[in-house]
Structures are given as structure tokens and as C-alpha cells.
């Protein structure tokens, strides 16, 4: 990861100096990194040593910032990872054309890379996330969403992304296409176990340990799964609460919400979801070669279902 973060602050200099200000903000804004991560771990699984895995792992986390930039303007959002967002500091304009800056370089450094397979990853994975961001866009203030179209959003806005940088490792490896549907498979599935509980700590946990607001979702109008499960669960006054709330983005009464959300059990059953597919996340990594590589990835499933930030 060093040599990661030294090709991060290598390719995110410009000639323009608000983009090396909002780029050095956002991009060491304490991060978990969890992506460019895969690419190391699978790449390393795989028998893959050559610093290309540098400048892939450096570009997944350039798009995923770049989605961050553009989804903290579309979300109106003032607090992440504790620190004031870009958009609240900046203004929402240069955060839109510094996401803008993130994502070309990032395909100019893919391009560096010199794999047409490397491309097609990415291409199709920033283009699925971009569906993802729109499809979202269409849910919010919609109570009746289905628990269906809610997975549907987080496999396209934030799993694909995990999936891609899972991918990449066995790219890079020249893995069988077999063992590349593996990765990709675990990434999938780390990514939404990863989702959905994001989701659950806006109604278990506090701001100081999110780096976010708590009832950010609510106040963004999202149908989240914590909150589709509880109006499942509640009573007719529950579910309409709740209704009322996602439809106008209300937190008035975010204290009451909470309650519901936690006496439903749509908490835990929530966290079961989020367990299920980290499962299925490590069974997908069973025909990857058993070094301790793969003992990582497997580690780093149970770390995104049982994390409390």
C-alpha cells in the first residue's frame, strides 16, 4: 500500500493548483482502501508480483473517489469519513470537474497498463456504476421500492467496483477464466456484504465512529434495507412513519425511526444478510491457491460484516 500511495500522489499532480488541492483532500481523507487492496491481495494470490499491480490498485481508487466526489454533490452531503466533504469546502462545481480529472487520468493510467483486458474491466465497470448512480437517483423518496431494486443499486453503484478490482489481480495473473470468475465472484459479494452494512450502521452506530451523520440515508430520502425490513416487521403506525420520512426525507423524528428499525430485528437481520454474502464471498475463493494470500482475503470478509465504521 505505500507503493500504492506513492503512485497516487505521483499521478494526481496537476498543473492546476485546485485540483492538487481538492485531489490531495478527498484522496487522504483516511480511507479504508479496501479496493486497490483486492487488487494487491488477488494479485499476489495469484503469483503476480510486477508493479502494474501499483498502478491498478492506484486507479480503482482513483474512480472510486471520483464516484465519491460526484455522489457528495448529488447527495448534498457535508460530513464523510469525519472531515467536511469536498463539495461543503469547494463548492459542488469544482467537485464535479475534479471527479471529472480523477476519472480521465484514471484511464490514462489504465491505458499505461498496455492490456485491452484491463481496459474492458474498467470500462464496463465505471459505465455499470454510472447505471447504479441514476438507478439510485430514481429510488430515492420511493417507500415501495422492492428489496429486489435496492440489490439491484448496490450490485451496480458499489459492488461492481470490488468485483473490477477482484478481477484485476487475475487479469494481471493471466489467471484461467475459471479463476477469474472466482475473484470476481468474491468481489461481488464482499462488495454488497460491505453495502449493506454501511446501511445498518446509519441506524446502529454514531457520527464520531461513521465519519458521517447518522439518519444521512433518511435525510437523502434512500429506502435502505434496515428501513424496507422494518416496515415489513412494524405495525400499520411503524410502517406509515417510516413512509412519511423516506418520502420527505424527514429526521424530526430519526430517534423513533431508530427504535423501530432496532425492535423489528431489522438490524440483525440485516447483518445476516451482510454475513451471507461474505460467505459466499469466501466459498468463491475456494480453488485459488492456499498461501497466505488467499488466508488474507479470507480475514477480510469476516472484517466487512463485523466492523462497527
Wanted: aromatic fraction near 6%; glycine fraction near 6%.
Amino acid at each position: 500500500m505505500l507503493e500504492v500511495d506513492a503512485v497516487i500522489a505521483r499521478r494526481l499532480k496537476s498543473d492546476v493548483a485546485l485540483i492538487n488541492q481538492i485531489g490531495n483532500y478527498i484522496v487522504h481523507a483516511g480511507g479504508k482502501r479496501m479496493r486497490p487492496k483486492l487488487v494487491l491481495l488477488f494479485a499476489n494470490a495469484l503469483g503476480y508480483q510486477k508493479d502494474a499491480r501499483f498502478e491498478l490498485a492506484a486507479v480503482v481508487e482513483f474512480i472510486h473517489t471520483a464516484t465519491l466526489l460526484h455522489d457528495d454533490v448529488v447527495d448534498e452531503s457535508s460530513l464523510r469519513r469525519g472531515k467536511a466533504t469536498a463539495n461543503a469546502l469547494f463548492g459542488n462545481a469544482a467537485s464535479v470537474l475534479v471527479g471529472d480529472f480523477l476519472y480521465s487520468r484514471a484511464f490514462q493510467m489504465m491505458v499505461s497498463v498496455d492490456r485491452m483486458r484491463v481496459l474492458e474491466v474498467l470500462a464496463e465497470a465505471t459505465n455499470v456504476i454510472a447505471e447504479g448512480e441514476v438507478l439510485q437517483l430514481m429510488n430515492m423518496h420511493d417507500p415501495d421500492v422492492s428489496v429486489d431494486s435496492y440489490l439491484r443499486v448496490i450490485r451496480y453503484k458499489t459492488a461492481k467496483l470490488f468485483e473490477a478490482s477482484a478481477r484485476l489481480g487475475a487479469v494481471l495473473a493471466e489467471a484461467s477464466a475459471e479463476i477469474e470468475e472466482a475473484c470476481a465472484a468474491y468481489g461481488r459479494s464482499l462488495g454488497t456484504a460491505f453495502q449493506l452494512i454501511d446501511d445498518l450502521l446509519d441506524y446502529e452506530g454514531d457520527s464520531h465512529e461513521l465519519g458521517k451523520n447518522v439518519g444521512d440515508d433518511l435525510r437523502e430520502g434512500k429506502p435502505t434495507l434496515p428501513l424496507l425490513i422494518a416496515m415489513e416487521r412494524g405495525s400499520p403506525e411503524q410502517r406509515q412513519l417510516i413512509r412519511h420520512a423516506i418520502e420527505h426525507g424527514e429526521v424530526e423524528r430519526l430517534g423513533d425511526i431508530v427504535q423501530i428499525v432496532r425492535s423489528t430485528g431489522a438490524i440483525e437481520a440485516t447483518r445476516l444478510a451482510a454475513r451471507a454474502e461474505a460467505q459466499k464471498a469466501s466459498d468463491a475463493i475456494n480453488a485459488l491457491p492456499r498461501n497466505k494470500w488467499r488466508e488474507s482475503l479470507l480475514e477480510f470478509a469476516v472484517q466487512s460484516v463485523e466492523r462497527t465504521s
